[in-house]
């Protein structure tokens, strides 16, 4: 494999989007050098976004990045090269990157005072260039019924919607979803609960994108504020056995309103801000379950990319930009996109 170190990616050089620019990466570096061991050198055809990639962009989330620092986590490409020691894939095939480098399977790892949150763009180097150099175990094969952009939104929206609904929610026929909002995880959490059967609620405050999400297979639209009551008189008081929360913030006490006795709430988004605001009362009476979704591991991507392939699921992607406008995808993502933005190269 010949590379060229005019391979370009887009780096911070501090925080800030202002501070994005495109430059050409060193050939020694995880952007532009060959294969070693066990590593494949990937061809980037698409890279999508995510809110987290925004919020990193502009402050780390808490973390002390060293610039010129490459944002992303989520892409999809072809395989250029292997290394020597590489045995998962070979020149040709079509691959995407998994959210926690490392993380195969079970529990993550880390401790209580040091969660394991280790992610490309973050910890790892991220993926907005046009080649990337990393250990095979960091790739799953990409769904073969998806073109790169919409394989490259599974990583992290695809995959968190999964791990709360299947991995760990173990959705059935029949369950009531509410999902809040119709972000990437929103729109893939619909497009999952329907292929099992269930009666989804979802919440807008966009008519277009109510309309948009109802001929996705949405059974109720709900509005974006005063919501508990329309949910508990359509699911006759039952409530919502799975609450998708990609809101956060003070919004936690609606969900708990909303909840089914032994239902289930994934807390997704921090929209609204960290600090979740309810009272215990209801989560006590209900036997409620409050778990935190951190995307997930390897092994449940690879579960996820079966699916799609196998029951034809389509990521929604709102937009697609071409390589030279990253600076513009991320601008997009201030506007509450139906579905992703993915950036093609």
Known sequence: MTLSPAIRRWSLSAYGQQNLSLSSASPSDAWGRAPEGAEIGVRVEAVSLNYRDKLIVENG??????????????????VEAAGPD????????????????????GRAAGNALMPPYR????????????????????FVAAPATLDAAEASTLPCA?????????????????????????????????QIAKAHGAEVFLTTGSTEKGERARALGADHILPRENWVQPLLQASGDHGADHVVD????????QSLQAVS????????????????????GPLLMKSATIQGISVGHRR????????VDRIGLKPVIDVRYPFEAAQDAFAHLEHGPFGKVVITL
């Open 86 to 105: 590489a045995t998962r894939f070979k020149p040709g095939d079509r691959v995407i990157s998994t959210f926690f480098p490392g993380w195969i399977e």
């Open 119 to 138: 992610a490309l763009g973050g910890a790892f180097p991220g993926v907005l260039a046009e080649q990337v150099t990393f250990p095979e175990d960091w």
């Open 246 to 253: 990609l809101v956060g913030g003070p919004t936690l006490a």
């Open 158 to 190: 695809g995959l968190t919607a999964w791990t709360a609904l299947v991995e760990t929610g173990a959705i059935k026929a029949g369950d009531r979803v509410l999902i809040k909002g119709t972000g990437g995880v929103g729109l893939f959490a619909l």
């Open 261 to 280: 006795v032994g239902g289930r709430i994934s807390v997704i988004g921090v929209l609204e801000g960290f600090d979740l605001q309810a009272s215990a």
């Open 300 to 307: 449940a991507l690879e579960d996820l990319v079966r699916a």
């Open 61 to 78: 989330m808490g973390a002390a990045l060293a610039f010129p620092f490459v944002p992303a986590s989520d892409m999809a490409g072809t």
